[in-house]
C-alpha cells in the first residue's frame, strides 16, 4: 500500500446502478427538509399517522412526528410476518463454544411475544424500565424488543460492565427488572454474569430499591452454586418460555421514550441518554437502508458491536429488523478459538455487509493477511467502519485485503447521542477518501467552526457542530434537562447548535474529517471512557492522593489510557503490587476496559497557577512529545521528575 495509492476511490458503475442511494437525495433534503424527513418515517408503519413532522419551538427539547403513533416492535417483526416473510430468518446467531441459531422472523415473534406477555402479567406498565445486563444471545434482542412492544423503556448495560456500575445505572433509572444470563462464554470458558447482577443489587439495606424481578436466562449451565434470590429471581424458561406467543401491539406516541443508554461525559456519572420511538426508529431505518444500501431478501448484514453499545442498538436491533435484514450476531471475541473465526462466519453465512471498528481492523493488520485470504470473501460487496476515526493505512488495508478492491467502505461518524449515522458516503454515490467521513447525510447538516461560530476555512481545524435538529436526536439526558442542556447546547447557545465534542476539519477537496474528542473524554478501542470516571476510581484506592488521567496514541487501540498518580502519605502498598491494585480498581469501580494500559506514580502534577492539571502537557510526554507551552505552569520542572519515572 505505497503513496501511489489511489487519493479517491469514485463508486464503481456497477454498484452505483443498483444503489439505494441517490444522488438528487441531497437536494431534495436541502430543498425541504420536513418533506424529506416526512418521506423517511413513512418507511415505518404508524397506526396512526403524523400530522406535525417537527416541533422546534421549545429547543433545544426537539418533537418529532406529532400526533403519529406506532409501536416500534411490530415494525421489527410482526409486519414482515404480515407481509408474508415470516420464514425469512431474521437472526443467523453464533454462539462463542460453536453452538448456532436460526431464528426466523415467524420464530422471532413468537419470542417476543411471549416475553412481552410475561412482563406485562408481572405488572409492568408503560413507561417503567427494564435494565438488561446480558452478553450476545438471542434473548437480549428478544427482551429489548419485548421492552418496546409494551412501552417499556429498556436501559441495555454492557455485560463487560462491573457490579458497581450496573448498580448505578439501575438506581439512576429506577429499573424494576433486570435481565441477565447464568454466565457467559469468553475465550471458550463459561464465567459468571448473574454473580455480578446478585452484588449489585445487593441485599437487606442496601439493596437496590426499585428491584422486583430478576430475569435469568440459561447460557453457561455451569455453576452449581448459582445464588437464588426467592421471590425476587426467576428462570427465563419457566416464565417467559411458558408464555403466550400471542400478543397484540399497542401504539405509543412518537416520542414516547424507547431507550435509555447510559454514556461517559466529560464530568460526573454517566448519563442516560434518551432516545424517542418514532424519531429514533426513522432515523434507525433510513440510515440501514441508504448507508448500508440493504436489499431485502438479498444481504446478510453483520455488525460486531455488542448489544451493549449504541451501535448495536442501531445496527444489531432497530436498523435491520426494521428492514425486514437478514443479519448475523456473534457472541464472542474475534479470535475465540482462534484468528480464523470472523472470516469463517462471512464464508459460512454468506455475509455481504460488514460493519466494524477500525481497532478490530488493524488487529486483523497485526494477526497478517494471510488468515482473512484463507477464506472465501467474495460474498463481500460492502464494509462499514465506525466508532472512531480510521486511519488511512487501516482503511486501504481493509479495502484491499477484507474487500478485494471491489467494496466501497463507509466510514460512519455517530454518537450515542445522535441515534444513528449523521456523516458518511452515499454508497455508489459518494466517493471515498480513505480516513474521511465525507460529507453529512441527506437531511442532516454539519459544520466545523471555531470558538465564535465562525465556518473555519478548509484545511483548518475546528469543531464539529451539528445545525440542524434530525429525528433520532437525543431527547434528553434522563431526569436530568439541565445537564442535557448545558452538555450539548450550551457551547453555541446564541446559534441554537449541537455541540457534538469533536474537532474537525474539511479537506481542500471539502471533504470532511473528524479528528477525535476535544473534551476529556477518550475512545479506547471504539469504545467511550471519561478521563474524570478513571480519576474517580485511582482516587478511591487509598494510597492514591492525586490522579490525571489521559489518552495516548495507541497503534491498535487508537488510545490507550494513560494515569499519573501521586501517593497519600504513608501509602502502605508500592510498585508493580500497588499498579495491579489500581488497575483492578478501575476494573471494579467501571470495567476491565477501562484499566490503564500504563500507570505512573509521580511525584507531583503539572498545574497551573489556578490549580487546573495540564492534561495537554501529559499527553505530550505521553506520546513521547517536545513538550508543548509550559509558561502557565507553577514548577515546569515538574517535568524532569515525571520523565525520570517514566525512563
Ligand atoms: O469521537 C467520535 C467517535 O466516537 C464518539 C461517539 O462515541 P459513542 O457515543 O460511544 O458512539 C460510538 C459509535 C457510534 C464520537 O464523538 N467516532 C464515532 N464514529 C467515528 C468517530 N470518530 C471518527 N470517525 C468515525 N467514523
Given at each position: 500500500?505505497?503513496?501511489?495509492a ?98 426466523t ?175 429514533y ?7 440501514f ?29 432497530y ?8 443479519e ?28 466494524i ?23 463481500l ?10 486511519n ?6 481493509y ?42 447525510l ?70 470532511l ?56 502519605e ?71 521528575a ?6
Amino acid at each position: 500500500m505505497s503513496s501511489s495509492a489511489p487519493k479517491v476511490y469514485p463508486p464503481s458503475a456497477e454498484f452505483a446502478a443498483n444503489a439505494n442511494a441517490t444522488a438528487d437525495m441531497y437536494d431534495r433534503a436541502e430543498a425541504d427538509p420536513m418533506e424529506f424527513w416526512a418521506e423517511q418515517a413513512r418507511r415505518l408503519d404508524w397506526e396512526t399517522p403524523f400530522d406535525q413532522v417537527l416541533d422546534w419551538s421549545d429547543a433545544p427539547f426537539a418533537k418529532w412526528y406529532l400526533g403519529g403513533k406506532l409501536n416500534v416492535a411490530y415494525n421489527c417483526v410482526d409486519r414482515h410476518v404480515v407481509a408474508g416473510k415470516g420464514d425469512r430468518v431474521a437472526i443467523h446467531w453464533v454462539g462463542e463454544p460453536g453452538d448456532s441459531r436460526d431464528i426466523t422472523y415467524s420464530q422471532l415473534k413468537d419470542e417476543v411475544s411471549r416475553a412481552a406477555n410475561y412482563l406485562a402479567s408481572i405488572g409492568l406498565q408503560t413507561g417503567d424500565r427494564v435494565a438488561i445486563y446480558m452478553p450476545m444471545v438471542p434473548e437480549a434482542i428478544v427482551s429489548m424488543l419485548a421492552c418496546a412492544r409494551l412501552g417499556l423503556t429498556h436501559s441495555v448495560v454492557f455485560a463487560g460492565f462491573s457490579a458497581a456500575a450496573l448498580r448505578s445505572r439501575v438506581d439512576d433509572a429506577e429499573a424494576k427488572v433486570v435481565i441477565t444470563t447464568d454466565g457467559q462464554f469468553r475465550r471458550g470458558q463459561p464465567a459468571p454474569l448473574k454473580t455480578a447482577v446478585d452484588e449489585a443489587l445487593g441485599t437487606g439495606d442496601d439493596a437496590a430499591a426499585s428491584v422486583q424481578k430478576v430475569i435469568v436466562v440459561r447460557r453457561t449451565n455451569h455453576d452449581p452454586d448459582l445464588n437464588w434470590v426467592q421471590g425476587r429471581d426467576v428462570w427465563w424458561d419457566d416464565t417467559v418460555g411458558e408464555a403466550s406467543p400471542d400478543h397484540e401491539p399497542e401504539a405509543f406516541d412518537a416520542e414516547h421514550p424507547l431507550f435509555l443508554l447510559y454514556t461517559s461525559g466529560t464530568t460526573g456519572k454517566p448519563k442516560g441518554i434518551v432516545h424517542s420511538s418514532g424519531g429514533y426508529l426513522t432515523q434507525a431505518a433510513y440510515t440501514f437502508h441508504t448507508v448500508f444500501d440493504h436489499k431485502e431478501g438479498r444481504d446478510v448484514f453483520w455488525c460486531g458491536a455488542d448489544v451493549g453499545w449504541v451501535t448495536g442498538h442501531t445496527y444489531l436491533v432497530y436498523g435491520p429488523l426494521s428492514n425486514g435484514a437478514t443479519e448475523v450476531i456473534y457472541e464472542g471475541t474475534p479470535n475465540s478459538p482462534d484468528e480464523h473465526r470472523h472470516f469463517q462466519i462471512i464464508e459460512r453465512y454468506g455475509v455481504t455487509i460488514y460493519y466494524i471498528a477500525p481497532t478490530l481492523i488493524r488487529t486483523f493488520m497485526k494477526w497478517g493477511r494471510a488468515i482473512p485470504d484463507a477464506h472465501d470473501l467474495s460474498s463481500l460487496r460492502l464494509l462499514g467502519s465506525v466508532g472512531e476515526p480510521i486511519n488511512p493505512e487501516a482503511w486501504r488495508w481493509y479495502h484491499e485485503v477484507i474487500g478485494h478492491g471491489r467494496c466501497p467502505i463507509v466510514d460512519t461518524w455517530w454518537q450515542t447521542e445522535t441515534g444513528g449515522i449523521m456523516i458518511s458516503p452515499l454508497p455508489g454515490v459518494t466517493e471515498c477518501k480513505p480516513g474521511s467521513a465525507m460529507r453529512p447525510l441527506p437531511g442532516i447538516s454539519a459544520k466545523v467552526v471555531d470558538d465564535n461560530g465562525a465556518d473555519v476555512a478548509d484545511g483548518e481545524q475546528g469543531y464539529l457542530v451539528l445545525d440542524r435538529p434530525w429525528p433520532g436526536m437525543l431527547r434528553t439526558i434522563w431526569g436530568d434537562a439541565e445537564r442535557f442542556k448545558d452538555t450539548y447546547w450550551s457551547r453555541f447557545a446564541e446559534q441554537g447548535w449541537y455541540f457534538a465534542g469533536d474537532g474537525a476539519r474539511y479537506d481542500d477537496d471539502h471533504a470532511l474529517w473528524v479528528l477525535g474528542r476535544v473534551d476529556d473524554v477518550m475512545n479506547v478501542s471504539g469504545h467511550r471512557i471519561s478521563t474524570s470516571e478513571v480519576e474517580s476510581a485511582l482516587v478511591s484506592h487509598s494510597a492514591i492522593a492525586e490522579a490525571a488521567v489521559i489518552g495516548a496514541a495507541d497503534e491498535t487501540t487508537g488510545q490507550g489510557i494513560v494515569a499519573f498518580v501521586i501517593l497519600t502519605e504513608g501509602a502502605e502498598s508500592s510498585g508493580d503490587e500497588l499498579i495491579a491494585e489500581l488497575r483492578n480498581q478501575v476494573a471494579t469501580d467501571i470495567s476491565p476496559i477501562a484499566k490503564p494500559r500504563e500507570i505512573n506514580v509521580v511525584p507531583e502534577l503539572p498545574k497551573t497557577r489556578s490549580g487546573k492539571i495540564m492534561r495537554r502537557l501529559l499527553k505530550d510526554v505521553a506520546e513521547g512529545r517536545e513538550l508543548g507551552d509550559t509558561s502557565t505552569l507553577v514548577d515546569p520542572g515538574v517535568f524532569e521528575a515525571i520523565r525520570a519515572q517514566r525512563a
